[in-house]
């Protein structure tokens, strides 16, 4: 959203807009650089300026948008959104901007220890055994990765279970190819961030898993690999139930030094406390029936995912994260403005014939 000269930050020049007529305040309001804290400010400031921004809520939320908002963003970025006729929806749209340019830009240099270093983010990382978030960073893969957390906007405003897979059913392959990267990059990120080693583990044993053998440090290191992957899994899953702001709200509880570092004393936020709940509930979950009534479970959100992409590809569910580069690699991809982005994000463009594939 564009900034304007006018800000609404100056209490005194607040009061002096209230005595103004009210013809000349609905064509000053629209220049305000919009934020929902700037126009609950201005509400605040007097009755007047309360009552007259409360009547005229859709013709100031309209001429906002025709002022801050680039034309076509709206439908290349959120094509479900409702149109913007309502300060909430403009709220919304506020805030989804911000909680994206977050996940883009900022937090994937979270934990790394040389983000200061420029040759860094140009180094070519395999994206799927990096263990660095730098890849991300990189102005392509960073695209590629926008455009999937806009499809688990996409996919979140879809509402019910059975909407959100007949969506995942109908996209094509390199709309859910997107996705999948955006699940990956965010566990990358919260695994980079330390995040999840902060998480509680499931005490005793699995029943999922494989006893192995070897030697106890062995067995210990298996252990923490299966219990990393399956909080990984579990974020996956939240993250295609509650959309983009479960990784947002995940972020805003860390509490970070000047350096990026975690610090003691972060806010709790309702990502976590619903991931912990989740996590302590997994093994009730992973069972193929519902105990009371012996009903089976219908798939996670993640397998329909992965069926999905498997099905569009032609190849085995075993295959996917090798199909997932392969079609992430399409030359096609190298530069994606916005206008191909909302066709990405809104399924209308499938690259089977388009561009060459590169071979990781």
């Known amino acids: 959203m564009s900034a304007k000269t006018i800000t609404a930050s100056n209490s005194s020049s607040q009061t002096s807009l209230a ?84 996940l883009v830009d900022k937090y994937p240099s979270l934990g790394t220890t040389n983000k200061n270093n420029p040759t860094t983010h140009t180094h070519h990382h395999c994206p799927s055994c990096s263990t660095s978030t730098l890849w991300l960073l990189n102005p392509r893969w960073s695209t590629l990765h926008k455009t999937g957390l806009l499809l688990l906007y996409r996919l979140q405003d879809q509402g019910s279970y059975c909407h959100k897979v007949a969506l995942l059913n109908g996209l094509p392959a390199i709309s859910l190819a997107c996705m999948l990267l955006a699940l990956l990059a965010q566990n990358r990120i919260l695994r980079a961030s330390g995040l999840l080693e902060t998480l509680p583990k499931i005490e005793g044993n699995r029943w999922w898993e494989s006893s192995g053998g070897g030697t106890k440090e062995e067995e210990e290191r298996r252990r923490k690999l299966i219990e990393m992957r399956e909080t990984e899994m579990v974020c996956e899953e939240m993250g295609l139930k509650f959309g983009v702001g479960f990784y947002g709200s995940l972020f805003e509880g860390l509490a970070l030094d000047e350096c990026g570092v975690q610090k003691e004393g972060g806010k709790e936020s309702w990502a976590r406390k619903a991931l912990e709940t989740e996590l302590a509930s997994l093994p009730y979950l992973q069972t193929a029936f519902f105990p009371c009534c012996g009903a089976p479970r219908p798939p996670t959100l993640t397998s329909c995912l992965r069926r999905a992409f498997a099905a569009k590809c032609h190849c085995q569910f075993s295959e996917i994260e090798r199909k997932l580069w392969e079609v992430l690699s399409n030359t096609a991809l190298d530069e994606v403005d916005e206008t191909l982005m909302g066709k990405i994000v809104r399924g209308e463009d499938d690259f089977g014939k388009r561009g060459m594939r590169r071979i990781f």
């Open 19 to 102: 005595t103004l007529p009210p013809e000349l305040l609905l064509e000053i309001i629209p220049q305000i650089s919009y934020s929902p804290e700037s126009l609950l400010s201005l509400i605040l400031t007097s009755r007047t300026l309360h009552n007259l921004i409360k009547s005229h809520e859709y013709s100031l939320t309209r001429s906002i948008t025709h002022h801050q908002i680039p034309q076509k963003q709206q439908s290349n970025h959120f094509p479900s959104l409702d149109q913007i006729t309502t300060f909430a929806n403009l709220s919304t749209y506020h805030t989804r901007l911000q909680v994206l340019s977050n």
